[in-house]
């Protein structure tokens, strides 16, 4: 099974050579490597040259963007600066962090759960932090949940859903999307992937309303909108965010600002988040 993987990076250079490492020493090692260095104005460059002059599968592509570091738009266009300079001839298809130290079996350990059920259209670990001298689960969001910092995605699932949406949000999305094609998800709790640096650690003051933005693109509705921002702004342990969150979807109402998924896609999304909602919350599901 053929394992492409983009890596966008920007100022990583404390983490990118233990990200390269780890994907080297795989037991089923990837055919292609992308590192997208974005902007950066640390040694990020030097360090991943080094790997691709000793490994020809190890690619560096040079790219100049905004140093502002909004969350999905900036990582997504990256993103596509590597996915142009790569054929068609991948079987799965990962977007990854250049923050990740994976397990030396992360790889062949996917392929084992995409081999074996041809409807698994994505497959991930689990990211831990470290905390105190141990390595805990970054405990976010859901265990069904695939983090934006490790997706792996059947060929033919990606291209079902469109491939990846440069907004904020895409993580969430792409999800969605693959269940509303009739994909299934696979998390693998033996799968422990080390997460460098805390998720959101350097976005900045703007970013904090493109959540409820988000949220409004992904054709949530109000009522799913304000359940998913108490309930996100709980996780986070702030209320501040949780108005930031409301304040967000209402601009992005108010400015009609462009849907990321059909109306139809919409509708199988609402459902599928009451549901979940239903269950969250009064632990059943009604048909």
């Known amino acids: ?16 050579g233990l990200t390269l490492d780890s994907l080297v020493k795989q037991t089923l090692q990837p055919k292609r490597i992308v590192v997208v260095n974005d902007n950066s104005t640390d040694d990020t460059q030097d360090i991943v040259e080094g790997y691709s002059a000793k490994y020809s599968w190890i690619q560096l592509v040079n790219s100049k963007s905004s140093n502002e570091h909004l969350p999905g738009s900036k990582i997504i266009n990256a993103f596509y600066k590597g996915y142009e300079t790569l054929d068609e001839r991948y079987d799965v298809l990962c977007k990854f962090d250049a ?14 759960h995409f081999t074996a059920d041809k409807h698994i259209g994505m497959a991930a670990g689990f990211c831990y932090i470290e905390k105190n001298g ?23 699932c990606f291209l079902q ?57 992904m054709r949530y509705g109000f009522f799913i909108t ?27 109402k108010k400015n009609k600002i462009d849907f990321l998924i059909t109306e139809e896609e919409g ?16 632990g059943f599901n009604k048909p």
């Open 267 to 282: 509708e199988f999304i609402r459902n599928l988040r009451l549901k979940g909602l239903r269950k969250s919350l009064f």
């Open 1 to 16: 099974m053929n394992f492409y993987i983009i890596i966008p990076a920007h100022n990583e250079a404390s983490s990118i």
């Open 99 to 112: 923050d990740l130290i994976f397990p030396s079996n992360y790889l062949e350990q996917l392929a084992i």
């Open 134 to 156: 141990a390595w805990v689960l970054e405990n976010l969001t859901r265990k069904d949940h695939i983090r934006g910092a490790l997706k792996a995605y059947k060929k033919d």
């Open 161 to 217: 859903i469109g491939k990846l949406k440069p907004s904020m949000g895409w993580d969430t999305v792409d999800e969605l999307l693959a269940k509303f094609y009739g994909w299934k998800l696979v998390t693998d709790e033996s799968l422990h992937v080390k997460h460098l640096k805390p998720t959101g650690i350097s976005y900045n003051k703007a970013s904090k309303y493109l959540q409820g933005e988000a949220m409004y693109k």
């Open 226 to 252: 304000l359940i998913s921002a108490l309930k996100l702004a709980y996780k986070k342990g702030s209320f501040i965010l949780f108005k930031d969150y409301l304040a967000g979807y209402f601009k992005a």
